[in-house]
């Protein structure tokens, strides 16, 4: 009898078939199925041939040839598609079976798809998966959660397939219950909006301040991922800066239509930070930047209408470049806390017991936001696991410290020149509201009384008290229910 697979995956996309790779390389045998049947033939003959690979025309032949307790991953697109699948490939398991979603679902659906298999006896995995195609095939990081009973089936198969960080530990580890792998992937997400526009910024203020060309601007960024701003998409902004058009021989990013995509999970990522009530900010502006961008006519239109400022003042090119890079370092670390700040507030609304210095040391390799600066966020955590802003951390503290300087010239210089700085700013806002021992919110808090009677706590009184004020001769007694978001 042929031997049997260790794991079947579904769907033979980019990251789908990368992984296939990625296993069989790490010594498991796969057995794969796609909707489009043809696709599994023109795999199994092309880059998985004479590979431990077993090519499958059904989901019940999948699943007939899955080891014991069977772990299908499913590599299909989020959404309807996912719950489709666990349909159809129900009826082939049983009691203790493991479904896998190793696609960018929204993390409410993966708390659903838990509580719905257990039910039937079946063990869920909702997992993150990082690292685009080059690091499905090569290593991504990966981000488990859902039922833990499945972890130590799976977590052979995940841990050999992940990055490793440079002390060898594999880029994967169970984070938590239910949804909690994919709300961490997903924060990582809406980080990795807020790291790619902020170096979009730099991109900018270099060209449109500057006048650098790209190829200029490609030697600065190399330069940058041998410092402390060493990460994958420094590395690749240097290499895509340098890419010539074969048609027009101008820098391939010269002649890209201004107009960014985006798939979701940047904006579930400031829709969740809204329903907590964190103040992501620089990862909404992120978003909105993106958006902005889609508005291309009409920028286009307006661009002709509305005056910005005059013809620029003088400046000392090397220094604003040095500034420019503390500007990015500092506004990088307050996006950062930012997400941090809003993993603890889910840990607290959704039961996970997360573990913050992991999570760091998960994203340390593969994934897209993959930095060396991440060791000190495990190394923060490490000294202080309840820390309740990574900007408290010594280390990060002192950065913010030598950067702000720089960071508020770079800000003042592009508001001079009217070139728009949404994450640099909003970072810095944040930054600002954060360390303000009092903010005007005492005011916002009267209008609200005044027009609504939501009252207010006293300076002068213990919090969670709450009062109302008469503002007019026909104000009542009556006020509002007090409610916190």
Request: charged letters at 25%; one cysteine or more; glycine letters at 8%.
């Amino acid at each position: 009898m042929s031997k049997k697979a260790d794991i079947g995956v579904v769907g033979l996309a980019v990251m789908g078939e990368n992984l296939v790779l990625n296993m069989e390389s790490k010594g498991f045998t796969v057995a794969v199925f796609n909707r489009t049947v043809q696709k599994v033939e023109n795999f199994v003959t092309g880059r998985g041939k004479n590979k431990n690979i077993i090519g499958c025309k059904s989901v019940e032949e999948l699943c007939e040839n899955l080891e014991r307790p069977r772990k299908v991953m499913l590599m299909v697109k989020a959404g309807t598609p996912i719950d489709t699948f666990i349909e159809k490939i129900l009826p082939y398991l049983e009691k203790g079976d493991i479904i896998i979603d190793g696609g960018n679902s929204h993390f409410p659906d993966s708390i659903r798809r838990t509580e719905y298999l257990d039910k039937k006896g079946i063990l869920f995995v909702g997992t993150g998966v990082s690292g685009g195609e080059e690091g499905a095939l090569l290593g991504p990081s990966i981000m488990p959660g859902g039922n833990p009973a499945a972890w130590p089936v799976v977590k052979p198969i995940f841990q050999a397939i992940a990055a490793k960080s440079d002390d060898g530990s594999p880029c994967c580890e169970w984070v938590g219950n239910n949804g909690a792998g994919h709300y961490v992937k997903m924060v990582h997400n809406g980080i990795e909006y807020g790291d790619m526009q902020m170096i979009c910024e730099a991109y900018s203020l270099m060209k449109n301040i500057l006048k650098m060309s790209a190829e200029e601007m490609s030697e600065i960024f190399t330069e940058w991922n041998k410092s402390e701003l060493d990460s994958y998409l420094i590395e690749i902004t240097s290499k895509i800066l340098v890419k010539k058009d074969d048609e027009t021989d101008k820098p391939v990013v010269d002649i890209i239509l201004d107009t960014a995509g985006q798939k979701g999970t940047g904006k579930w990522t400031s829709e969740s930070a809204l329903e907590l009530g964190m103040p992501t900010m620089t990862i909404a502006e992120a978003v909105f930047a993106r958006c902005i961008s889609a508005l291309k006519e009409e920028r286009v239109a307006a661009s002709k209408i509305l005056t910005g400022p005059e013809k620029e003042s003088e400046i000392d090119k090397e220094k604003f470049i040095s500034d420019i890079k503390k500007a990015l370092f500092a506004s990088k670390i307050c996006s950062y806390a930012q997400g941090y700040q809003l993993m603890k507030a889910a840990a607290e609304e959704y039961g996970w017991d997360l573990n913050y210095g992991e999570i760091a040391l998960m994203w340390r390799g593969g994934c897209i936001i993959r930095a060396t600066f991440l060791g000190e966020i495990k190394k923060a955590f490490d000294n202080n696991p309840d820390l309740a802003n990574l900007l408290l951390d010594k280390f990060f503290k002192n950065i913010i410290d030598d950067c702000q300087t720089a960071w508020r010239k770079v800000i003042s210089k592009a508001v001079e020149c009217g070139i728009p700085v949404p994450t640099f700013s909003s970072a810095l806002a944040y930054y600002d509201s954060y360390r303000s021992e009092v903010l005007p919110a005492n005011l916002l808090q009267a209008q609200r009384d005044y027009f609504g009677a939501h009252t207010y706590e006293r300076i002068d009184k213990p919090r969670k008290e709450f009062f109302h004020t008469k503002w007019t001769e026909t104000s009542g007694d009556t006020s509002s229910s007090t409610y916190v978001v």
